[in-house]
């Protein structure tokens, strides 16, 4: 089996900080990218920002500059810090997992860590 673990999460005044961090264990062999979405109220799930295997990101035009996202190495642990944070970027966010397996089949396969709600309010 493959599992995301989620840390972080929690209520920040506006223009303060937080931290959120994934974990991947389990079957994992590859991971290709990892990353995080958010969900907020009467929105739809959208892309914060992403990691892939060569270390390369991708962030939300509205979160540029002011999250980072990291990992390590194999990226099975990634961390997304958050700054600057806006009553905006109230949401539930997810980690996310786009990875081969240790065992057959393989895949790749998306994976789906739980939702953490982050609040941003004063």
């Known amino acids: 089996q493959v599992q995301l673990v989620v840390s972080g999460g929690g209520l920040v005044q506006p223009g303060g900080s937080l931290g959120l961090t994934c974990a991947a264990s389990?079957?994992?062999?590859?991971?290709?990218?990892m990353g995080w979405y958010r969900q907020a109220p009467g929105k739809q799930r959208e892309l914060v920002a992403t990691?892939?295997?060569?270390?390369?990101?991708n962030y939300a035009e509205s979160v540029k500059g002011r999250f980072t996202i990291s990992g390590d190495t194999a990226k099975t642990t990634v961390t997304l810090q958050m700054n600057s944070l806006k009553p905006e970027d109230t949401a539930v966010y997810y980690c996310?997992?786009?990875?081969?397996?240790?065992?057959?089949?393989?895949?790749?396969?998306?994976?789906w860590g739980q939702g953490t709600q982050v609040t941003v309010s004063s």
């Open positions: 996310y997992s786009y990875a081969l397996r240790a065992i057959i089949p393989r895949g790749p396969y998306n994976y």
């Open positions: 389990g079957t994992i062999f590859t991971i290709y990218t």
């Open positions: 990691i892939t295997s060569g270390a390369n990101t």
